[in-house]
T-cell receptor
């Protein structure tokens, strides 16, 4: 079974600064994937970035990067140059690729507020 | 690519009534998921289809909940004898292609049981 832990219920950052959102995970699978989603107040879930357990490089997508530390089982999301539009809920999720389950397991999320 | 479509957007019903939600996935996606999200929580997995086959259901899913995906296209989620605890956002997502492809979510159906 997979488990995701996001320990920061809320985070605040000044516009144009960088912010790190924490995510730790637990799984018995050797092969798995980690995903980050953004959910603005409007409610839609927006996919941001993906990291595979065997990917050698940390994933990057524009202003989003993933600080993947496999030994620590952490997959923190880094948002650089924060913008007001980044204010939203952020969810870390994972799927194991060996246990036979296809479900994506989500954490409880972190609410990010970007201040002007 | 028109995205994942869910109907209705909002549903208010009285306790004890049955409700049905519809999800139209992205057309080329063969995998479809239903999730439930309550306020302040992450999405909680309900069930998963590959084409028309329902391959996985949450153990937490009450037998009042049933889902179908006839012909592997759209899907419906029915809740029978609704309870106030069923009030939540019901999200549908689809994906296809590689095993590590992300899920694409619809805008959800918000259910309120009075």
């Amino acid at each position: 079974a997979q488990k995701i832990t996001q320990t920061q219920p809320g985070m605040f950052v000044q516009e144009k600064e960088a912010v790190t959102l924490d995510c730790t995970y637990d799984t018995s699978d050797q092969s798995y994937g980690l995903f980050w989603y953004k959910q603005p107040s409007s409610g839609e879930m927006i996919f941001l970035i993906y990291q595979g357990s065997y990917d050698e490089q940390n994933a990057t997508e524009g202003r989003y990067s993933l600080n993947f530390q496999k030994a620590r089982k952490s997959a923190n999301l880094v948002i650089s140059a924060s913008q007001l539009g980044d204010s939203a809920m952020y969810f870390c999720a994972m799927r194991g690729f060996q246990g036979g389950s296809e479900k994506l397991v989500f954490g409880k999320g972190t609410k990010l507020t970007v201040n002007p | 690519d028109t995205g994942v479509s869910q109907n209705p957007r909002h549903k208010i019903t009285k306790r004890g009534q049955n409700v049905t939600f519809r999800c139209d996935p992205i057309s080329e996606h063969n995998r479809l998921y239903w999730y439930r999200q309550t306020l302040g929580q992450g999405p909680e997995f309900l069930t998963y289809f590959q084409n028309e086959a329902q391959l996985e259901k949450s153990r937490l899913l009450s037998d009042r909940f049933s889902a179908e995906r006839p012909k592997g296209s759209f899907s419906t989620l029915e809740i029978q004898r609704t309870e106030q605890g069923d009030s939540a956002m019901y999200l549908c997502a689809s994906t296809g292609g590689r095993y590590n492809s992300p899920l694409h979510f619809g805008n959800g159906t918000r259910l309120t049981v009075t």
